[in-house]
């Protein structure tokens, strides 16, 4: 896509409606009214809008299922000030037909705006911890328009995360999944019985081109196992146990899970310690607590800093958590047992490490790197469903992290696929 500004025609007339270039592929997203509806909810005020403007939000590939910009805002209230604001616009990406349709049929964006529009509101209601997740100010069903966070001090961070960055990620998770707890616990319900569509699997399915993207994923990693000497036919094999992790479980407390939580799905700011908030729900599940806390370990530390670190780290996750709980008066057999932790963890480690590997080869790609690869139809297309192959092993030689991380995710799947009859299974 050209970083070119796509400007929105400034309208004085109310009826105006406004449209993106046609090369673009997208139509319509938002018309002027909307934009003034908009601006009315983030200013909390009635308002006449001015001026609008949207453009790409960054050179680079910020996400892998959505095309992402910056709405530029100019509204005037009643008092005849003229207040100048940005915001977060999330839409199907529509300028690369192949990945919007795909994303269409996948249902991941549906899933989101099913996420904010019906089960955000319950999650927040009475709820009066730290926000863990951005302010969403409208969503339709090819566009959600968030609170711009970046304006706010928010950033994402290197894609290996130190102590600081993982302890307050962790307590984003652990206040999600307390306000699922807490939600429930009115509720008399579980989420998934209440919504069940909005936790229907997107990311690891048996069937369909989700299913390809995953065979090309597992095609990739088996070819970096043989090129560093390991069974490729076994790394083949384990991958296929991925599917047992993303059910909710039988014996566990579960919670609504984010289900993506690669770097750039966390942002942070400049405290000391630094806060944090979890973006794109594109892959909720309804999940044991320790599915996403595995999962964010697996793909935004090494491996040296969990052998080290991760008890630690579940300590700290678990304490956020009760403490949540606590603030909010919830003191009964509901609270999940330390041990859901520690026992949790250890089922969903072997899916955790599949889906670094899965993953990887993708999210650690140089951000201009990914979106000259995936907003090209002719290269999204070769790379997401056909042959990664190739594509890995040559980057991995010329990007020593790119090529240290994905070397370290597939010797570790290696490892535990020697030993697979002896691991715990997601109960």
Not at 312 to 340: F, G, Q, S, V
Not at 376 to 382: G, I, L, M, V
Request: aromatic letters at 10%; proline letters at 4%.
């Amino acid at each position: 896509m050209s970083t070119a500004a796509i400007c929105i025609k400034e309208s004085l007339d109310k009826g105006t409606s406004n449209v993106f270039g046609e090369r673009n592929g997208i139509y319509k997203l938002l018309s002027f009214e909307e934009v003034k509806k908009v601006a009315k909810r983030v200013l909390s005020a009635d308002v006449d809008l001015i001026k609008y403007t949207i453009r790409p939000y960054s050179d680079g590939k910020l996400g892998f299922l959505g095309s992402h910009y910056r709405l530029c805002v100019v509204a005037g209230t009643h008092g005849g000030k003229a207040i100048a604001f940005s915001l977060f616009l999330k839409a199907v990406p529509y300028e690369v037909p192949d990945q919007a349709e795909y994303v269409l049929k996948k249902g991941v964006f549906k899933q989101e705006t099913k996420f904010y529009s019906d089960i955000m509101p319950l999650l927040c209601k009475g709820y009066r911890g730290q926000p863990w997740a951005p302010a969403c100010y409208m969503v339709k069903e090819n566009l959600i328009v968030f609170e711009e966070l970046c304006g706010k001090g928010y950033s994402m961070r290197d894609k290996l995360f130190d102590e600081t960055l993982v302890r307050a990620g962790l307590s984003a998770i652990a206040r999600l999944h307390a306000a699922s707890l807490l939600a429930e616990w009115h509720l008399g319900v579980p989420f998934n019985q209440l919504y069940p569509d909005a936790f229907e699997e997107r990311a690891f399915v048996h069937k369909g081109m989700t299913r390809v993207w995953f065979e090309a994923g597992v095609d990739a990693a088996a070819a970096v196992a043989e090129h560093l000497g390991r069974d490729p036919d076994l790394v083949r094999s384990a991958c296929e146990q991925v599917y047992h992790a993303m059910r909710p479980s039988c014996t566990k407390a579960n919670v609504v899970s984010h289900g993506d939580l690669w770097g750039n799905n966390l942002m942070f700011n400049n405290d000391i310690p630094p806060k944090c908030l979890l973006v794109d729900y594109q892959l909720l599940r309804y999940s044991p607590l320790a599915h996403d806390v595995a999962q964010f370990l697996y793909l935004c530390t090494d491996r040296n800093f969990r052998e080290t670190r991760e008890s630690a780290m579940l300590h700290h996750y678990y304490e956020t958590l009760c403490e949540t709980l606590n603030a909010h008066e919830i003191r009964d057999a509901r609270r999940p047992a330390w041990l859901e932790v520690v026992d949790g963890m250890e089922e969903q480690r072997l899916a955790a490490v599949i889906t670094a590997v899965v993953y990887f080869p993708t999210v650690l790609m140089d951000e201009e790197l990914g979106a000259r690869v995936m907003n090209d139809p002719a290269t999204y297309a070769e790379y997401y469903f056909r042959n990664r192959k190739e594509f890995v092993l040559s980057n991995m030689k010329k990007d020593p992290l790119y090529e240290r991380r994905i070397s370290e995710a597939v010797v570790e799947l290696a490892e535990l696929a020697s030993r697979l009859d002896q691991l715990p299974k997601p109960s």
